[in-house]
């Protein structure tokens, strides 16, 4: 399996990027290579600070753009044809690289996918998927769209549901994965004018629809697949990571305020980490782009090389799936109700 | 100080509403009636459970009806006029009581309080205002709309503002209250249509605005008030209880699982009491519904008798402000944008 990893993307880039893809090309086996796409210059620098690089799966490809965490990502993307994501981009495109991971300006690597691979036929927008950690360790649940579209229509939600189900099935390996419509109330009547319509729609597709739920059943470790619009995905997302964080902060202040007590935190060392790693967003790997023919995953802009790591571990193992015709099939299998749909519009 | 309390809402009803009336009725020297509003031979036999009760300060008004939690709302309002919800807000209309607290249907709450007392001029949409716990002790932020509205207009959002401020500076005494508005980004271009209307709206009213803000911020304890549509407000708030709870299920199931971290839990038991207090949303008094002449209460549907303890506190602290009149200068302060706005409909 051969990654493009945009070497310039994200707070802490090339730094925690290039020691992420060493690690990944060290430790994992089934990634052939890695490409480390950004300013050559940098990159190498950086490859420099680490004793033992195994250079027979790292490449450094050189791009001389990149773009900023702030910049308008359409505008971006188009004046900087040559940044280190459309290169990550252009190689999947060529299928020289299996699968590409970015931290990098997330509006700007969807733009760029949706430029340069396009979408999958029949899918209106693509949506960006995160797995979020549920009280059951290996049962995470998708919710997408986390932010690719700010402002959905109904119909755009049936196939973020059909493109979860399907990477919920083919790379989180759960047999009927159960889908839910994030919403204000669990009775079927509840939500905003849009949600009400998709719920309309939800029960018509080919998918294990469970009806509304909420933000208390994110974490249950009920659902497999919830869909809602980016604004919200994005904001109940940032939430969750803001309330983990918050709590770690309590503990972090409360345990170690006397020794007694920085005994007792000693003492539960073990299940502190075990929190720690349960709160962490990091080892989930990033989240794919849903609905582009091609392995795309985006990686939080604060991403460090645990991050990266996991997220070439996520990214390997999506590829390895074949998403983009099954997605395809599916998104067909609904073509009555996507006839009834919009007009596909460019991002 | 008089509170009306519907003493049939909630999941607990009327247990632990006639619980936490008789604590606040033994305990609190500021509030002078308690008027218990249900069914009176329910209600009086809840009574007759507790060995000491301040009856001087305890009266049970009979309501011959309920609106269960699943009912719909506006529906409901209207077809049972001798409700406990109606015949609270019946109290505060005509000033026998200063303010209504219930646990109940919340949208029928809001419905009630509509019908019954109408809105404070200029006030196209009332809004529920739910105080979250930050960082920071004693600087809870206020989200609004917290599920009152589920389609917004920009122009909505400003009036949440002003009202979120008084209420913010008045009853939690922060003297410049700092207004943010909820986005997916911090950046001023930021949002969805709605917010980026708001945001262009919210700069030219009369609040302290500080711009968009992220989930990220919810908790930081840096935003007195944070404003969006009643959909987007529900779900961040259901999804930070959820998370909280899920951290706590963690903790629990860590810290006990063998006698070594048992010891460890027991050395970190007051440290596990404070965590539990900051993440306990019972604490922080109910929600005031924003916009109508008189103060309205809304608490949790799952309130234990703590929880209605603190809403009466902070409904007799809210009462004791004159938040109407305050509310009613400033919005008309606002009025050349209001009369931008569209015509006040219904709830």
């Not at 950004?38 to 690089?53: F, I, R, S």
């Not at 690597?109 to 290996?138: D, N």
Request: proline share 5%; net charge neutral.
């Amino acid at each position: 399996m051969k990654i493009a990893l945009d070497a310039m993307g994200g707070d802490h880039a090339p730094h925690e990027i290039v020691h992420g893809a060493v690690d990944a090309a060290n430790r994992l086996k089934d990634v052939s290579c890695i490409f480390l796409v950004g300013d050559e210059a940098a990159v190498n620098a950086e490859l420099a600070k680490h004793p033992k690089v195994n250079m027979d799966r790292l490449k450094v490809v050189h791009a001389p753009e990149a773009i900023g965490m702030d910049e308008a990502p359409a505008q971006a993307v188009r004046k900087k044809k040559l940044c280190s994501i459309s290169i990550c981009m252009e190689m999947v495109k060529r299928k020289e690289a299996d699968a590409m991971v970015s931290a990098g300006n997330s509006g700007a690597v969807a733009a760029s996918a949706v430029f340069t691979l396009g979408r999958i036929p029949g899918v209106t927008r693509p949506a960006i998927a995160t797995a979020l950690p549920t009280r059951l360790p290996h049962r995470p649940t998708l919710l997408l769209d986390a932010g690719a579209n700010t402002d959905c229509e109904a119909i755009w939600l049936t196939q973020f549901a059909v493109m979860g189900a399907t990477y919920s099935q083919a790379v989180l390996k759960q047999p009927v994965p159960v889908v839910g419509l994030l919403s204000i109330g669990s009775e079927d009547g509840k939500g905003n004018e849009m949600t009400k319509k998709a719920f309309q729609l939800m029960q018509k597709i080919d998918v294990n629809f469970r009806g509304n739920v909420e933000g208390h059943d994110l974490f249950m470790g009920e659902m497999d697949v919830v869909v809602c619009d980016g604004f919200v995905g994005n904001a109940v997302i940032k939430t969750a990571e803001s309330v983990a964080k918050a709590v770690g902060y309590w503990i972090k202040k409360e345990f170690f305020l006397d020794p007694v007590r920085m005994f007792g935190a000693l003492l539960l060392k073990g299940a502190l980490q075990t929190l720690r790693s349960r709160m962490d967003p990091e080892i989930y790997g990033g989240a794919p782009l849903l609905g582009v023919p091609g392995t795309v995953f985006i990686t939080h802009g604060s991403s460090s090389h645990r991050a990266i790591y996991h997220a070439i571990i996520a990214a390997a193992a999506a590829a390895a799936n074949n998403l983009t015709d099954t997605i395809t099939k599916r998104i067909a299998a609904m073509e009555v109700m996507v006839a009834d749909a919009p007009p596909a519009q460019q991002a």
